[in-house]
């Protein structure tokens, strides 16, 4: 039993890595393709999505091709892993439910369980020690405003809900969130960003968090 808690964080951030969390994006824009037909919802989700990835790549790079980074509150990028959850799972939760389910209320509870679990992804993060503070929180709020932003502006753009609910898409969903974090590669996404980071600032080593808290040393000594 101790053994299962002290793993339990390093099983739950996986639920924020590319690898699953990406793939079960692109099924939700298939989804909204085939059951909208329609432009306007995939427009709703994807562009606050991509300019989420963007801004956090971009702060990525900058930190490891040039060092820029927020010394004071340990800042050397949003956290990839919190931005993804909380941007895709509130989404994910919030549209399967408005589509599946006649219920009142059930769309917002399924959005609040993807915010909840962003929540302890993002705290599995700074548990592990792979994330300050400051980068979880970051990270979350950008995921939050462009999930915030489409959930908003979604209600319009989608069907009612079906009168045969699609057990099979929560069954498919629930099978790839119960196997992935245990069977999948771990992701090298970071080590794709440090190589890019590197070709563009022409450096040969990537900057590190000991670096935005590093001395400098006075001229002339």
Do not use: N
């Amino acid at each position: 039993m101790d053994l299962f808690i002290a793993k339990a964080p390093y099983w739950i951030t996986r639920f924020g890595e590319i690898g699953i969390v990406v793939p079960l994006a692109v099924a939700l824009t298939l989804w909204l393709l085939a059951t909208t037909r329609a432009i306007r919802p995939l427009l709703l989700w994807l562009m606050p999505l991509g300019l989420a990835v963007g801004i956090t790549t971009l702060s990525k790079i900058a930190f490891i091709g040039w060092g820029l980074g927020i010394a004071a509150i340990d800042f050397t990028g949003f956290s990839g892993h919190a931005m993804f959850s909380a941007a895709i799972y509130p989404v994910l939760g919030y549209t399967l439910a408005t589509q599946s389910s006649r219920a009142p209320g059930t769309h917002f509870w399924a959005m609040l369980a993807g915010y909840a679990l962003a929540l302890v992804i993002g705290w599995s993060r700074v548990h592990i020690q792979v994330h300050s503070v400051s980068e979880v929180v970051a990270g979350l709020a950008l995921g939050a405003c462009a999930s915030g932003w489409t959930i908003w502006h979604m209600p319009h753009s989608l069907p009612a809900p079906s009168p045969r609910p699609h057990r099979w898409v929560l069954l498919a969903l629930l099978g790839w969130l119960v196997v992935m974090p245990v069977h999948a590669a771990p992701s090298r996404s970071h080590d794709m960003v440090t190589q890019l980071a590197l070709r563009l600032s022409a450096h040969d080593t990537p900057f590190r968090r000991a670096d935005l808290h590093a001395v400098p040393i006075p001229p002339g000594v």
